[in-house]
T-cell receptor, first 111, second 115 residues
Framework: GIQVEQSPPDLILQEGANSTLRCNFS?????LQWFHQNPWGQLINLFY???GTKQNGRLSATTVATERYSLLYISSSQTTDSGVYFC?????????????FGPGTSLSVIP | SAVISQKPSRDICQRGTSLTIQCQVD?????MFWYRQQPGQSLTLIAT?????????ESGFVIDKFPISRPNLTFSTLTVSNMSPEDSSIYLC????????????FGPGTRLLVL
């Protein structure tokens, strides 16, 4: 099956710093999402981005489907950005296929 | 978007017992999914709950251990049966909306500790 890798596994940032999180996947995908799991366990969808670039405030994401990777950019990080960031991929477009989550990047933003 | 609630939010159970987790969505949805997140780990899909038919289980998960009900388009339950300490996890309900797989939404999760 499809493999999903994320890097780095852990990241500590000083408040205000920028960072780039990476998601690599081993097969063609038609759907890709980025999620943030806050320290209380709630999963929030950040981006639905099977290809191209999207921006939402201080966050942006780029997926290059032909090269099988996606990047999540966090600018001017805040302590509320702390938590675990997951990317999740799905292979098939016309019918539901298994959604595979990457192992996550654990981010700690310190004041 | 979809708003998802789960009950209970957390529980502590004795081994050998069973717990049923409820998931309620504020709108009708086609597919509902149940995930498990073991401590410090990523999410693993347990099964897809289809309205009016048997749930579809992923490799490593069986109906006898994790029976699922889906009586209508807004509600589903997951039962964790004959629990052992290895079942201690967060169990999350999710949906992709009425139009098919698109933006995926998650409930707040049920934190289960089995002693």
């Amino acid at each position: 099956g499809i493999q999903v890798e994320q890097s780095p596994p852990d990241l500590i940032l000083q408040e205000g710093a920028n960072s780039t999180l990476r998601c690599n996947f081993s097969d063609s995908v038609n759907n890709l999402q980025w999620f943030h799991q806050n320290p209380w366990g709630q999963l929030i969808n950040l981006f639905y981005i099977p290809s191209g670039t999207k921006q939402n405030g201080r966050l942006s994401a780029t997926t290059v489907a032909t090269e099988r990777y996606s990047l999540l950019y966090i600018s001017s990080s805040q302590t509320t950005d702390s938590g675990v960031y997951f990317c999740a991929v799905e292979r098939e477009k016309t019918s539901y296929d298994k959604v595979i989550f990457g192992p996550g990047t654990s981010l700690s933003v310190i004041p | 978007s979809a708003v998802i609630s789960q009950k209970p939010s957390r529980d502590i159970c004795q081994r050998g017992t069973s717990l049923t987790i409820q998931c309620q969505v504020d709108s009708q949805v086609t597919m509902m999914f149940w995930y498990r997140q073991q401590p410090g780990q990523s999410l693993t899909l347990i099964a897809t709950a289809n309205q009016g038919s048997e749930a579809t289980y992923e490799s490593g998960f069986v109906i006898d251990k994790f029976p699922i009900s889906r009586p209508n388009l807004t509600f589903s339950t997951l039962t964790v049966s004959n629990m052992s300490p290895e079942d201690s996890s967060i169990y999350l309900c999710s949906t992709s909306g009425l139009a098919g797989w698109e933006t995926q939404y998650f409930g707040p999760g049920t934190r289960l500790l089995v002693l």
